[in-house]
């Protein structure tokens, strides 16, 4: 600064402070300091919020959804019981029920002599339609014509 300071202006001027269309580092410096801290912040928070259901995931799924949606009504609602209810939640193992019951059905039906049709993931699929012991045809006959062909059907 070859420029004569004012007289009440100090004769030394601190580092940080620039001159007249410099750039200003200090500013920068503290920009970047703020963003990285938001991010920060936030990636903190995410995971803290995340964490009912990263404990939830060990577990059911029938209980990982629960807990996944009471943290999305606590995100999006902002009551922070949903949060903690779901963390409690996740913290409690559910005994499991359909396992045994499984079990029973099919230990059931083998003494009823009848095939057990209980899949893997615990439903009941159809039963096999039974075929009468006389014709071997189901039992709901079809009205056929006398030509051999239905008589609700139309040929084009």
Do not use: C
């Amino acid at each position: 600064m070859s420029e004569l300071l004012h007289p009440a202006a100090p004769h030394h001027l601190p580092s940080f402070i620039t001159a007249p269309g410099d750039t200003d580092i200090l500013m920068i410096v503290v920009g970047i300091i703020l963003i990285a801290a938001v991010l920060a912040v936030g990636n903190i928070y995410l995971r803290l919020h995340t964490l009912p259901e990263r404990m939830a995931h060990k577990s059911q799924k029938l209980q990982f959804e629960i807990v996944a949606v009471l943290g999305l009504l606590a995100l999006f609602t902002h009551i922070h019981l949903f949060w903690v209810a779901g963390l409690l939640l996740a913290m409690i193992d559910l005994p499991d029920f359909g396992t045994p019951l499984r079990s029973i059905a099919r230990s059931v039906a083998t003494i009823a002599d009848v095939p057990a049709n209980i899949d893997e993931v615990g439903e009941v699929s159809e039963p096999p339609q039974k075929l009468s012991a006389e014709t071997d045809k189901p039992d709901k006959p079809q009205d056929s014509g006398k030509d051999g062909t239905d008589e609700g059907q139309s040929h084009a």
